[in-house]
């Protein structure tokens, strides 16, 4: 985590800056212009005292009786997520999952652009169509130091997902977005967050039960 | 969340036995009948101790020299997750991200079967062929209470979320995949779990800038 000159902000403020940011598009979408952090802090689901906090690290601060100026705090927000220009990112993997994922085309909108797709069959029959083309892995490396990509989607089997982390971050990714269902071993710097939505839906179910 | 007569198992333990099940079914597909606590910690990416305290909470205690049954620890943790028989799950909100999601054949595979689809403009047209018929919003309250189903994916826009969530409650629904990015407010035996995908990239951005 190299963030030299930067405070280093939490991983639960980072995430509720993100939520911040959700809650002013709104705002925007409606065309207000000012909010107070009561109010922001209650469309974000927050306390007023949490939402202070968590925007006093980077030193956005409110005007007493007035609040924030909507516009200026998300270009605050984005420059201090790094979203402020759109980020590429690469898939690899495109299985079931993957392919879903190709086809979401929400990210656009909130600043990621899925730039290739990569997999070990690249030319498999597929029962989608997708805008994309499919590369094979040899592809990857040479894409990835060209493009200076630094964040991947990670959709492989769990069998193959180890091996393809290590080959991304010899590659230079830096940041992994990882739906296999395992643990990866990567080093201090390179940043890995997972999302699994069946052990979600598990997770869920644990907790249903009667 | 009532758990009559089970003790309460820690939400961070659930999200592990999901881990050690998926670990479990690989060692089958390897013909693998037994493992020892070493093994299946290793391929999970956890230290044997939490392992075995893990597996402590529902009683399932390995044989000393022998390890633990593959065939037989699986169906444990199945019983203990609540997904030994296929449960039944109803999507609302079909935009791009519910398209996505429908087109994804992974949760069956998991022990999940979306059962129905549901839409406020179940007559939009969609630029992709799902199988499952969309229905509108007023035909939701009896599908839940007929088919007894206790958990929702919603993916309807950050907007509408809570309105949903409070009808998806009303009707009976107990676990809550979100995936808008707000915090939902659910009363205390209502169980949400959270995905946001932007968000995560986003977090991730944030910890890979130079």
Redesign the interface.
Known sequence: ???AGRPI?P?KT??R???Y???LA?LRENAINTVSSEALAQ????KPTQLRKDLAYFGAFGTRGLGYEVNALSKRISD????SSL?P?ILVGVG??G???L?????E????EIVAAFDAAPKRKRD?QIHLPIWGMEKLKNFVHEKNV??AILSVP??AAQTVANELMAAGI????NFS?????VPEDV?V?N????????????????
């Open positions: 985590m190299k963030k902000i991983r980072i995430y800056l993100s939520i940011l959700r809650c709104r469309a974000a689901g927050v201090e997520l790094g979203t980020q990112v079931n999952l392919l879903a994922l086809s979401y085309r929400g990210f909108k909130e600043g990621f989608k630094k964040m769990a069998a830096m940041g992994i977005l269902p395992i643990v990866l071993a940043m967050n999302v699994n939505l069946a052990i979600e839906l598990e997770n869920l179910s644990y907790f249903i039960q009667g």
